[in-house]
């Protein structure tokens, strides 16, 4: 079993930027991919970014490509989300999601453990 508990939202005007982290226990997870989803109200929750085990290729949504970075820090067991030049659009909850697999994808239903996940509020 994986526990992942995220921090790091908040409230954020416009063009700033905020770092999200997300703390494992339970299993070492630098084998396994990791992703970022988010889910703004009333809407599906969507794929924001992952990170694939063991070598660490990334991959985005075209919505944050070029804003938003993914790393991890294998000896801390930690995945981190640096945001920036946020937009209202981005506000949202954010989960970070464990994947028992190495590869990553971009669908939900494909990542096995979440996050209780962290609220982003961007203001304009």
């Known amino acids: 079993q994986v526990q992942l508990v995220e921090s790091g939202g908040g409230l954020v005007q416009a063009g700033g930027s905020l770092r999200l982290s997300c703390v494992a226990s339970?299993?070492?997870?630098?084998?396994?991919?990791m992703g970022w989803f988010r889910q703004a109200p009333g809407k599906e929750r969507e794929f924001v970014a992952a990170?694939?085990?063991?070598?660490?290729?990334?991959y985005y949504a075209d919505s944050v490509k070029g804003r938003f970075t993914i790393s991890r820090d294998n000896a801390k067991n930690t995945v981190y989300l640096q945001m920036s030049s946020l937009k209202p659009e981005d506000t949202a909850v954010y989960y970070c999601a464990a994947r028992v697999e190495t590869y990553y994808r971009t669908i939900f239903g494909e990542y096995d453990f979440w996050g209780q996940g962290t609220q982003v509020t961007v203001s304009s």
């Open positions: 339970g299993r070492t997870l630098s084998p396994y991919a």
């Open positions: 990170i694939r085990g063991n070598v660490g290729n990334t």
